[in-house]
């Protein structure tokens, strides 16, 4: 098993950043893909962004391509989320996820991630 703690987020005007991350234990972090997702009041937890456990693929939700990036520190057993021009409609919780995959896989789909973390609250004003 794997325990997430995510952590960084808060209150942005639009146009600011933030960088979220998600702090791993209990297994080995680098067995892992991880991905974020979001949710806003009233709606469907989403798919924002994932990464294989190497690093090498890294799909992004088309809402947030070319202002949001995902990485990883194995050695860290930590995964973040940089997001920069951020907008209101990004306001949501966001929660990281962990996904016993194969290695060249990094999943958009919220059912193939075992394990969650309890969110963290972005909230961007305009």
């Known amino acids: 098993q794997v325990q997430l703690v995510e952590s960084g987020g808060g209150l942005v005007q639009a146009g600011g950043s933030l960088r979220l991350s998600c702090a791993a234990s209990?297994?080995?972090?680098?067995?892992?893909?991880m991905g974020w997702f979001r949710q806003a009041p009233g709606k469907e937890r989403t798919f924002v962004a994932a990464i294989s456990r190497s690093s090498r693929k890294t799909p992004y939700a088309e809402s947030v391509k070319g202002r949001f990036t995902i990485s990883r520190d194995n050695a860290k057993n930590t995964v973040y989320l940089q997001m920069s021009s951020l907008k209101p409609e990004d306001t949501a919780v966001y929660y990281c996820a962990a996904d016993p995959a194969l290695p060249w896989t990094a999943s958009e789909y919220p059912g193939e991630y075992d394990y969650w973390g309890q969110g963290t609250q972005v909230t961007v004003s305009s």
């Open positions: 209990g297994d080995t972090f680098g067995s892992y893909a």
